[in-house]
């Protein structure tokens, strides 16, 4: 599993004109999922960013985390992190895993974010999504369970 983590000030999702999910400062988190990947990197990967400190504290450093500053999340399903452009001009997405297992270790993601006790909204699993994001920072990580 990988995701490419962005803490931001604001950011929302909208499919075919509606918005699925919005949250001001927090985190978006963009989630690429394999065919290897299990429930356990899904928990892996929600306890690691739900303590990660990349918030400022009151001497600018980041020492808080995202459930300290009240922050929220939202998560994006992105099957194109395990796009391979190593040959030709057109990504290859063999890596990516099939939608039937990709949706439901997503689900399970969010719902292990939401048990660290953070608010999580999402965008619409397989569907054309535009992503809206005021970069904070920028701060950008890529958070990996294997």
Same mark, same amino acid.
């Given at each position: 599993?990988?995701?490419?983590? *962005?803490? %931001? ?8 004109? %509606? ?5 001001? /400062?927090g985190y978006v988190l963009l989630i690429g999922v394999t065919h290897t990947d299990t429930h356990e990197d899904a928990a892996y990967i ?5 303590? +990660? ?23 994006? %399903? *992105?099957?194109? +992190? ?8 057109r990504p290859s997405f063999i890596e990516a895993a099939r939608p039937e297992t990709a949706e439901p270790l997503y689900d399970y993601f969010?719902? *292990?974010?939401?048990? /660290?006790? !953070? ?21 950008? !990580?890529?958070?990996? %369970?294997?």
């Open positions: 599993m990988k995701v490419v983590l *962005q803490r %931001s000030k604001k950011a929302s999702v909208t499919v075919a004109g %509606s918005i699925t999910g919005a949250i001001d /400062h929600a306890k690691k960013i739900a303590s +990660l400190r990349l918030f400022e504290d009151e001497d600018g450093k980041m020492n808080r985390s995202i459930d300290e500053t009240g922050g929220a999340i939202l998560s994006v %399903s *992105q099957f194109t +992190l395990y796009g391979d452009t190593r040959k030709g001009r969010n719902e *292990q974010l939401r048990a /660290h006790g !953070l608010t999580v909204e999402t965008g619409m699993f397989g569907a054309m999504m535009d992503v809206a994001l005021v970069n904070d920072g920028p701060v950008t !990580l890529v958070v990996e %369970s294997k």
